[in-house]
């Protein structure tokens, strides 16, 4: 089964400071996803990624941008991390089951940022 | 636009039965369900393609009704395991918008 993981479970960083959340999936998966959580709130979708170099953003972008130069690794980039964006980010990718349209998501652990 | 999910919490006695539903302002045309337990990272429980299908997963079924833009998650006879948030996720696409969710606690 695809294993996606975050290379940090938690994270602190003060205000200002560039930071890069890691994503790396070990299947060949061409959907790659950046998702915020926060109570009350749900998850909300930052960026996405279809294939290498590609992206498109989310309903949230801004104060983000992503990287993805290799299929198997999808990077969110804090440009100048805010004490509103301490969250818990979540990476995901789309696995098919079928068709096109059938296809489920596999989540990464979480890294859980602080910016003080 | 996010989907509405109710009841936002639920507390039920292990062995009760529940049911969340999730509503679109927009047309859906595929629901998906997935579980967070604390700590964890959220799990696809299922996928919902046609209007009226329903689908299920051990004692947990669901059901999409396209005409009125809504799904509704069924849990039958619900376990300790059973506790957590459960989030919709609404889309077409390659992206899925998810709704708020729904804690769900069993007790003893």
């Not at chain 1, 290799?70 to 509103?84: D, G, V, Y």
Request: charged letters at 20%.
């Amino acid at each position: 089964d695809v294993k996606v993981t975050q290379s940090s479970r938690y994270l602190v960083k003060r205000t200002g400071e560039k930071v890069f959340l890691e994503c790396v999936q070990d299947m060949d998966h061409e959907n790659m996803f950046w998702y915020r959580q926060d109570p009350g709130l749900g998850l909300r979708l930052i960026y996405f990624s279809y294939d290498v170099k590609m992206k498109e953003k989310g309903d949230i972008p801004e104060g983000y941008s992503v990287s993805r130069e290799k299929k198997e690794r999808f990077s969110l980039i804090l440009e100048s991390a805010s004490t509103n964006q301490t969250s818990m980010y979540l990476c995901a990718i789309r696995k098919l089951l079928g068709t096109v349209s059938n296809y489920g998501y596999t989540f990464g652990s979480g890294t859980r940022l602080t910016v003080v | 636009q996010q989907p509405v999910q109710s009841p936002q919490a639920v507390i039920l006695r292990e062995g009760e039965d529940a049911v969340i539903n999730c509503s679109s302002s927009k047309a859906l045309y595929s629901v998906h369900w997935y579980r967070q337990k604390h700590g964890e990272a959220p799990v696809f429980l299922m996928i919902l393609l046609k209007g009226g299908e329903q689908k299920g997963h051990e004692k947990i079924s669901a059901s999409f009704n396209e005409k009125k833009q809504q799904s509704s998650l069924y849990l039958t006879a619900s376990q300790l395991s059973y506790s957590g948030t459960y989030f919709c996720g609404t889309g077409g696409g390659n992206k899925l918008t998810f709704g708020t969710g729904t804690q769900l606690k069993v007790e003893l």
